[in-house]
């Protein structure tokens, strides 16, 4: 049908734009650019006009930009580059990020949560785990409670919910603890030295959140200036273990119980470009940020073998094939989600996330680029190869952008989606993202 209206090559070249997204967002609208003096303020002539009634699919295709690996691979793999190229402009420069930072004192941290009670897992001594087998890596009941019946279910969900506060908490800390290491007040340290890190959220097989992060020293204006001679790795890990030992979070009293969250007691803190990561694998500026990267497409679904989307009624769990200790961490979720107490944690609307509602991906505002700015030349780039500008030749002409779009839908239609499986990778999304 698409061959015969003619209509398959412009088809073609507008699903090729999405870079392989197989659900793209559809828009309704227009988007005109004007010439405008700047001195008069008088409106000229019509340089580039887009209308959506005139596009091969009828409507403006948008790529969804979902992270998750299992709602869309090809939406979830731009946003793994992405953050491999945020992490590895924090580590060495580039993207707008100067060089130097490669200097600057730096550390690879690992943060774990509490235990929760006794689970399967995979003793790093080759000992069998506590229930007397070993396990592969692949038997899924690595995670799962010894006892479900005594772990700590609502302690756990709760844990999820306040991870995030917790992290904000540590960050405060660790600056007072570096502040401390310098002999200066906090307001001193902000005139000597910067706090920069990049962080991502991390499901553990039981369901927990941990969180790995790049923490760097910088100089007060941040990777634009040089940290002090008094900064240093040393210092810098020193303080983060003093951080994470004093940072604590106040959760409910649920049942006259009263919670408190604290990080687990595996803190692991390496140097950057040290031989002691992953079985001796040098601890490189790459090696980090991929690590990283791999790490901020997964969500819960992933390693614990929950859901990817939130429940609208929990009697939808009834209908789903997952893991017995997923389905009572939703329960646990969706039960404490009717307090009225904790209504601000938002519970049954992140059952799904087994309580967790942060960023997956988060970074301080020095350390390096933002996902936005990738996103934003990304999307110059492919206008100006489908539409290049109209230059404006005088100094006192620039342009007025007057646009309007409406949602009007998700996914591709049957011969759509047929289309765009028959074509290849968009330019530019093959292969690993270049500095």
Request: glycine fraction near 8%.
């Amino acid at each position: 049908m698409l061959a015969s209206l003619g209509t398959m090559p412009e088809l073609a070249r507008q699903l090729s734009g999405l870079g392989g997204c197989t659900r793209p967002i559809r828009l309704d609208g227009h988007r005109t650019e004007h010439e405008i003096n700047t001195t008069t303020g008088e409106i000229g002539r019509i340089l580039n006009h887009l209308d959506s009634t005139t596009l091969p699919a009828g409507h403006l295709l948008v790529r969804c930009n979902n992270r998750r690996a299992t709602r869309c691979p090809a939406c979830a793999e731009t946003y793994r580059r992405d953050t491999y190229q945020l992490i590895t402009a924090g580590l060495r420069g580039g993207k707008g990020t100067p060089d130097q930072v490669a200097t600057h004192p730096r550390v690879f941290a690992t943060f774990t949560a509490p235990s929760f009670g006794p689970v399967h897992n995979r003793p790093t001594s080759g000992r069998p785990c506590r229930c007397g087998h070993h396990h592969d890596e692949q038997d899924p009941t690595l995670g799962t409670p010894l006892t479900p019946d005594t772990y700590d279910y609502e302690a756990a969900v709760l844990w999820n919910a306040h991870a995030g506060a917790l992290w904000r908490r540590f960050t405060i800390y660790l600056r007072r603890e570096v502040a401390k290491r310098a002999g200066l007040t906090q307001r001193k340290l902000q005139q000597h030295a910067r706090v920069s890190f990049a962080k991502v959220a991390e499901y553990q097989k039981r369901g927990a959140v941990h969180f790995h992060a790049v923490i760097r020293l910088d100089g007060p204006d941040g990777g634009d200036t040089a940290p002090p001679p008094w900064a240093t790795v040393e210092l810098l890990t020193d303080a983060i273990q003093a951080a994470v030992t004093a940072a604590r979070v106040d959760g409910p009293q649920i049942d006259d119980r009263t919670h408190a969250f604290t990080f687990g007691r595996q803190l692991d803190v390496r140097p950057i470009r040290s031989a002691a990561f992953d079985h001796d694998q040098e601890l490189t500026d790459r090696a980090v940020a991929a690590y990283i990267a791999k790490y901020a497409t997964k969500g819960a679904e992933t390693t614990t073998g929950t859901l990817d989307r939130p429940l609208r009624f929990l009697a939808e769990l009834a209908q789903v094939s997952i893991s017995d200790h997923a389905r009572r961490m939703i329960r646990t979720a969706w039960t404490l989600g009717a307090r009225r107490d904790l209504a601000g944690l938002r519970l049954r609307a992140w059952a799904h996330m087994l309580g967790f509602r942060g960023h997956f991906s988060t970074k301080s505002r020095r350390y390096s680029t933002t996902l936005g700015a990738l996103r934003t030349a990304r999307a110059d780039w492919r206008r100006a190869q489908t539409a290049p500008p109209v230059a404006v030749p005088q100094d006192t002409e620039t342009t007025l952008v007057l646009s309007h779009w409406v949602f009007a839908g998700t996914g591709l239609s049957t011969a759509e989606a047929w289309l765009a499986a028959s074509l290849e990778p968009a330019p530019g999304t093959e292969g690993e993202p270049t500095r």
